[in-house]
T-cell receptor
Framework: NAGVTQTPKFQVLKTGQSMTLQCAQDMNHNSMYWYRQDPGMGLRLIYYSASEGTTDKGEVPNGYNVSRLNKREFSLRLESAAPSQTSVYFC??????????FGPGTRLLVL | QKEVEQNSGPLSVPEGAIASLNCTYSDRGSQSFFWYRQYSGKSPELIMF????GDKEDGRFTAQLNKASQYVSLLIRDSQPSDSATYLC???????????????FGQGTTLQVKP
């Protein structure tokens, strides 16, 4: 039982490049979330998926897209990376839209 | 005004003391409240959640909620050096069928427990 897994762990991009962050959970949770964490800013919600087949915007969705591929997987895509998207990205999942369990994070640097 | 506010610290306490971490929130309709611990370079992990006014105890941790004053606190008794971490307060405004689990996080308080 791995919980929530994220790939890659680290990534360096050049401005304008695209990439997809992958997240998977093996807890059969309905809800999944993407956050970014910047120094002194806490965690900010980018997108979430309350259930398979649905997605919705969080606090800071601009510059991102998401796909809920199936119940297990929820990916985050940066179409044209910008230096302002340098951050640590966390995926989380929840069974009951309450307690959330976090993955190990992806550290992204955009040059 | 931020929706969820915490003093960023650092809060420094000696080993064995009680650490008191505070959090205020602006939305009176908030329904549930969470404390997460985050070690440096790691992901947040849930310590406690609380829904009702009053105290909730779990081992050395006590969460306190006062909805009238819109604050939630976390007390750590017999603090240990291993408790040194950043503590994140999170608030869920949703409830019932409309609950999507969208959490609003504070910026976190850094706790240092000195041996």
């Amino acid at each position: 039982n791995a919980g929530v897994t994220q790939t890659p762990k680290f990534q360096v991009l050049k401005t304008g490049q695209s990439m997809t962050l992958q997240c998977a959970q093996d807890m059969n949770h309905n809800s999944m979330y993407w956050y970014r964490q910047d120094p002194g800013m806490g965690l900010r919600l980018i997108y979430y998926s309350a259930s398979e087949g649905t997605t919705d915007k969080g606090e800071v969705p601009n510059g991102y897209n998401v796909s809920r591929l199936n119940k297990r997987e929820f990916s985050l895509r940066l179409e044209s990376a910008a230096p302002s998207q340098t951050s640590v990205y966390f995926c989380a999942s929840s069974e009951n839209a309450e307690t959330q369990y976090f993955g190990p994070g992806t550290r992204l640097l955009v040059l | 005004q931020k929706e969820v506010e915490q003093n960023s610290g650092p809060l420094s306490v000696p080993e064995g003391a009680i650490a008191s971490l505070n959090c205020t929130y602006s939305d009176r309709g908030s329904q549930s409240f969470f404390w997460y611990r985050q070690y440096s370079g790691k992901s947040p992990e849930l310590i406690m959640f609380i829904y009702s006014n009053g105290d909730k105890e779990d081992g050395r941790f006590t969460a306190q909620l006062n909805k009238a004053s819109q604050y939630v606190s976390l007390l750590i008794r017999d603090s240990q050096p291993s408790d040194s971490a950043t503590y994140l307060c999170a608030v869920n405004r949703g409830a019932g069928a409309g609950n999507t689990g969208k959490l609003i996080f504070g910026q976190g308080t850094t706790l240092q427990v000195k041996p």
